[in-house]
T-cell receptor, first 116, second 115 residues
C-alpha cells in the first residue's frame, strides 16, 4: 500500500531552535496538505500545494512558519524560531485532485513536536 | 461558513454493542463531500469513507455503516458489534466544492470499546 511518509516521527527541541519537518507524498498525488493537531484547536489546515505551487497558507503564522515543495517527492514545513506554543502533532496529507473534487486525502503518521 | 459538529466528545461501550457516532454539518454549497477518518491510539489518520452531496444512499462496509441525510444535514456512522480494536478517535470532515480541496474537521469523538 502506498503511504505518505513523514520524518521525523518525534522531535523535542528547545525554544528558539529551527525545526524542519519533511513529507514524501504518495507517488502521483498532485496535492499536499500540512495540518496541525492540538487538543485545544483540533485539526487545522496550515497550508497546501497543488502541482508544487502554494495555493493557500493562510492558516500558517507567517512570521515563523514556512512551507515549500522543492520537488514533487518532498514537502517541507519549517518553524524558525520555534516556540513552546508550536508543540503539536503535524500531519502531512496528499491527494490526487484532478477534475471532480472530493478525493480523499491520505495522511502520514505525523510528527509529534515538543518545544521546551 | 462551513462547520462540522460532532457533539459526542466521548463514548464508551462494551464489546459487541452497536454504537452510532453523530456528525452534523453546515454549508452553503450545493455540492460538497463528507468524510470519516479514524485516528487509533497510534496516532495516524485513516480514511474510512467519502460521500458526495448528490448521493444519499446509505453505505455498509462490513460492521461499518453510514447514514447520510441531507434533510437534517447529518452524516452518522454506526459500528455494529463493536470490538476493542474499534477504540479510536473518529473525525467527520467536510469539503465544499468551492473550498479548493480544504477539509473542515469536526472536533472528533473518542470511542472506547471495553472488553
Amino acid at each position: 500500500d502506498a503511504r505518505v511518509t513523514q520524518t521525523p516521527r518525534h522531535k523535542v527541541t528547545e525554544m528558539g531552535q529551527e525545526v524542519t519537518m519533511r513529507c514524501q507524498p504518495i507517488l502521483g498525488h498532485n496535492t499536499v496538505f500540512w495540518y496541525r493537531q492540538t487538543m485545544m484547536q483540533g485539526l487545522e489546515l496550515l497550508a497546501y500545494f497543488r502541482n508544487r505551487a502554494p495555493l493557500d497558507d493562510s492558516g500558517m503564522p507567517k512570521d515563523r512558519f514556512s512551507a515549500e515543495m522543492p520537488d514533487a517527492t518532498l514537502a517541507t514545513l519549517k518553524i524558525q524560531p520555534s516556540e513552546p506554543r508550536d508543540s503539536a502533532v503535524y500531519f502531512c496529507a496528499s491527494g490526487l485532485v484532478r477534475g471532480p473534487r472530493g478525493q480523499p486525502q491520505h495522511f502520514g503518521d505525523g510528527t509529534r513536536l515538543s518545544i521546551l | 461558513a462551513q462547520k462540522v459538529t460532532q457533539a459526542q466528545t466521548e463514548i464508551s461501550v462494551v464489546e459487541k454493542e452497536d454504537v452510532t457516532l453523530d456528525c452534523v454539518y453546515e454549508t452553503r454549497d450545493t455540492t460538497y463531500y463528507l468524510f470519516w477518518y479514524k485516528q487509533p491510539p497510534s496516532g495516524e489518520l485513516v480514511f474510512l469513507i467519502r460521500r458526495n452531496s448528490f448521493d444519499e444512499q446509505n453505505e455498509i462496509s462490513g460492521r461499518y455503516s453510514w447514514n447520510f441525510q441531507k434533510s437534517t444535514s447529518s452524516f452518522n456512522f454506526t459500528i455494529t458489534a463493536s470490538q476493542v480494536v474499534d477504540s479510536a478517535v473518529y473525525f467527520c470532515a467536510l469539503e465544499e466544492e468551492t473550498s479548493g480541496s480544504r477539509l473542515t474537521f469536526g472536533e472528533g469523538t473518542q470511542l472506547t470499546v471495553n472488553p
